[in-house]
């Protein structure tokens, strides 16, 4: 298992890494704030992480691969609530003083202590039937756009759309079944531009005077996100020769796709000559980030990625958890595109925006 080996620091992070680079983008607390006490920002996010855990919950009571499940659903929720209590009263309890990436660590720990691996597997494995049965109408009505900026403009409101349609592919199936332009509808109706961080246009401008020579793209969700999202622009990538490389979760986390799980889409997608809707696909490698959480801390990511992406020229890291919540401010020695979707209020507020509002940020780095 890639978590248990030797992990190393992402090798396109920018460098002395002990002095440039912080995962967590909103700070729950500052050196001046009392240790003992937890901040107003700590609270927010304690509650924030408290009133998941009914859902969560819920899932692991259905698992159907953990024998009596109900009762260990019931002491995940006793013992994260406990911890997470804890942490009100005492911020250095339990490893801390609490951030992003400690919460779903600490969750994620009970889980597996408790029998439960992948508590959204079901719920993965429909999204993605209904996501690959919708792939080529996707890419068929992104292939007819002939004007390029609009084409790219597509792709990317393409992967906001498939994140809004995080866990609901089936409205987005019966609604493509009946009238193949909603997804690009769905596209359309994302929070008008311009939005809270919005470098497309400048993006645009990049994409259309340079070709990148490998990209590595941390991806999220499994379902209408990677398969109608992602993979629709990675194609368009590897169409300007561009070298891809897509890193996913060593295990499951959430509803974020594995990197085996990812392996198997993209087998699923892949016509007899091996190619994505007349792409080759020599140039699309598969490798797993090392991580097991829906956030990312890239000084600590698996060799077989530090090595495939150390001469990349430009580094995505899409959705909230990878790109906002995380990683949103990391510097690189490469372009940097964070892309995600704004989906709790508290980072609606931290970044002054509205809920659903998307963020593209798009960093060059001048050689």
Known sequence: MESESEMVAFPLLLTPIESNYRACTIPYRFPSDNPKKPTPTELQWIDLFLNSIPSFKKRAESDPTVPDAPVRAEK?????????????KDPESHGGPPDC?????LREIILRELGFIDIFKKVKDEENAKAISLFKDVVQLNDAIEDEPKRLENLVRGIFAGNIFDLGSAELAEVFSKDGMSFLASCQNLVPRPWVIDDLDAFKVKWSKKSWKKVVIFVDNSGADIILGILPFARELLRHGTQVVLAANDMPSINDVTYTELIEIIAKLKDENGQLMGVNTSNLL??????????IDLSRVSQVLAYLASDADLVVLEGMGRGIETNLYAQFKCDSLKIGMVKHPEVAQFLGGRLYDCVFKYNEVVS
């Open 286 to 295: 598969i490798a797993n980030s090392g991580n097991d959480l829906p956030v």
């Open 76 to 88: 995940f929720a006793q013992r994260y609530g406990d911890v997470l209590e804890d942490f009100k």
């Open 101 to 105: 990436i400690l919460l779903c660590r």
